[in-house]
């Protein structure tokens, strides 16, 4: 069964500061793996989508790489900014089936 | 576009009530689905749909109903609701494009069971 990993729970940085968010999983048979925001009380929001054949994807100050032999992704937010502050979700879908599974989030907070 | 649409944002239920969370896509997709989330245990798919006429259980359907009679419409009925029901729940969207299954999220449902 598919399980999703992100390591840490929780980080607070300092505004203008490079991070890197995790991402495991076990399974390395995934079609693609999903990066979502999601803000206090909301919905989520898509940010970056990877397919199998990819290692990398970006948008913006967001990158987002795909390593599946080693069954893990990061996605790298460059000059950290308060509006940056939120819950980072990531998902993968295990074979085209659009059944996403999900890992429990990191919450990030840019400190001004 | 509205996008994906969720009524309502919030409700009450006692145990053993029944109630339906309406979702509502303007996107022409072909894909729904329903998430619950869960402190600490981030989100779970309870039910989906591949288009109008078809829906397929996830991982956590009990206790659950759904039907697609239009693409744009995809309702989740509590039975008979249990505690173990309050949550959050998120309604979601998704075509097959040409970078794969990008999936739209509604604002959620949050629903208490008491």
């Known amino acids: 069964k598919q399980e999703v990993t992100q390591i840490p729970a929780a980080l607070s940085v300092p505004e203008g500061e490079n991070l890197v968010l995790n991402c495991s999983f076990t399974d390395s048979a995934i079609y693609n793996l999903q990066w979502f925001r999601q803000d206090p009380g909301k919905g989520l929001t898509s940010l970056l989508l990877?397919?199998?054949?990819?290692r990398e994807q970006t948008s913006g100050r967001l990158n987002a790489s795909l390593d599946k032999s080693s069954g893990r992704s990061t996605l790298y937010i460059a000059a950290s900014q308060p509006g940056d502050s939120a819950t980072y979700l990531c998902?993968?879908?295990?074979?085209?089936?659009?059944?996403?599974?999900f890992g429990t989030g990191t919450l990030l907070a840019v400190q001004p | 576009n509205a996008g994906v649409t969720q009524t309502p944002k919030f409700q009450v239920l006692k145990t053993g009530q029944s109630m339906t969370l309406q979702c509502a896509q303007d996107m022409n997709h072909e894909y729904m689905s329903w998430y619950r989330q869960d402190p600490g245990m981030g989100l779970r798919l309870i039910h989906y749909s591949v288009g109008a006429g078809i829906t397929d259980q996830g991982e956590v359907p009990n206790g659950y109903n759904v039907s697609r009679s239009t693409t744009e419409d995809f309702p989740l009925r509590l039975l008979s609701a249990a505690p173990s029901q309050t949550s959050v729940y998120f309604c979601a969207s998704s075509y097959a494009g040409s970078n794969g299954y990008e999936q739209y999220f509604g604002p959620g449902t949050r629903l208490t069971v008491t």
């Open positions: 998902a993968v879908d295990g074979g085209a089936t659009n059944k996403l599974i």
């Open positions: 990877i397919q199998s054949s990819q």
